[in-house]
Structures are given as structure tokens and as C-alpha cells.
């Protein structure tokens, strides 16, 4: 579990830090952010406020990691389906090659015998 910190609060923050000092990293690393106001970020937010977030104030360092892994459980979960739509996008990359090198061929075959005769 990578995690990256986005908090308005700096004494959340320096407690978030503390109690996840051997999970943080630069958000670039990270698998999810965590921070104290909905944000718009390419990278999952897993929110801590008041009302309608994932974690309420307070908290203990107990409830806040078992809610973690609870967040992070489901985003395991989720990376599967990313993984197969790859393997399908790879697989239908080899067949659109597939047929237009054989397209090519008979065009090519097609040219030379107009020409040839």
C-alpha cells in the first residue's frame, strides 16, 4: 500500500504522517491519495472529513487503518478488469495486423498480376 498525502489541514497531515510514516510516497508512487477535501486527481482519493468521506473526525490510528485496507482491498479488486481490457486491447492489436498484412499481400499480388499482363 503506497500512499500520498493532499491535506489542507496541516495538523491532519502531520498526524496522517506520523501514523503512516512507513506508507508514504511522492504521488507519482502512490496507489491512492489521501485527503481532507474531494479533489479532482487521476489517482483514487480516499477522503477524511467530517461528513460523507471515508473516514469521520476524529479517528484512532486503529480505525484508520483498518479503513484503509478496506479501501485498498477494493482497489485490488478493481486493477483485474484493467489488466484484462489490456490483454484484450493486445489481442485485438494482433488481429487488426494480422488482416491488414494480409490485405497488403493481395494488393500487391493483385498489382503485380494487372501489370505483369
Known amino acids: 500500500m503506497k500512499i500520498a498525502l493532499a491535506c489542507q489541514s496541516i495538523l491532519l497531515e502531520k498526524s496522517l504522517d506520523i501514523f503512516l510514516k512507513s506508507y508514504i510516497v511522492p504521488y507519482k508512487q502512490c496507489d491512492f491519495v489521501i485527503g481532507d477535501k474531494k479533489i479532482e486527481i487521476d489517482k483514487p482519493l480516499f477522503c477524511i472529513a467530517t461528513e460523507n468521506s471515508d473516514l469521520c473526525v476524529p479517528f484512532s490510528k486503529s480505525a484508520l487503518m ?25 489481442e485485438l492489436e494482433k488481429k487488426i495486423t494480422k488482416l491488414t498484412d494480409s490485405f497488403r499481400k493481395n494488393l500487391v499480388k493483385v498489382i ?3 501489370y505483369d499482363n
Open 112 to 114: 503485380k498480376e494487372h
Open 66 to 90: 483498518l479503513k484503509l485496507e478496506k479501501f485498498y482491498g477494493t482497489l485490488l479488486v478493481a486493477k483485474p478488469v484493467e489488466i484484462t481490457k489490456q490483454v484484450d486491447v493486445k
